[in-house]
């Protein structure tokens, strides 16, 4: 089984690409998808949507893990945001494939067995998991190959 994870924003989208043989786990592809401030939103949100859409053809996933919402004190921060998951789920819609959604705590309880895990914490399991020889970064990448892995262990989220 093939799964995207990814962690969505507008100026940087993680993704992740994992494969599921059994219980082994291994990344296939990775990176983040940047958009330039100086762009106009919707142009930044064509070229996530884009990106994705080449990632699905690409690799073929089965299905998608997304990150939810995390609120934070920046509102502004929090809207950009669900405009990208917006375009990501949109994405996963016209190619028919089922969308999982976790939240940071969720991830990183898949992950590490702890739900309140600091970034290299993370980083460092998802290189272990998935016997990557380095870290995974930049975090973005390494956040969306932690929601592929929560995803290809079978975890439930909100389908």
């Known amino acids: 089984m093939i799964v995207l994870g990814i962690d969505p924003g507008t100026a940087a989208t993680g993704y992740g690409v ?82 999982f959604e976790y939240g940071p705590h969720e991830v990183k309880l898949a992950v590490t067995g702890y739900g309140r895990a ?9 290189q272990a998991v998935l016997g990557m020889s380095v870290l995974p970064r930049p975090d973005d990448a390494a956040d969306a190959l932690a929601v592929a892995i929560c995803l290809a262990h079978g975890h439930p989220g909100n389908a």
């Open 118 to 126: 600091q970034k290299d914490q993370v980083q460092k399991m998802v």
């Open 18 to 99: 994992v494969r599921r043989d059994g219980s082994k786990l291994t990344a296939i592809d990775y990176g983040c998808l940047e958009t330039l401030s100086t762009q106009a939103l919707p142009v930044r949100l064509l070229e996530i949507h884009r990106a994705v859409t080449e990632l699905i053809l690409t690799h073929k996933p089965e299905r998608i893990g997304v990150e939810r919402l995390f609120f934070n004190k920046n509102v502004m921060t929090a809207f950009a945001v669900g405009q990208a998951r917006g375009v990501v789920l949109l994405a996963a819609a016209e190619h028919g494939l089922p969308v």
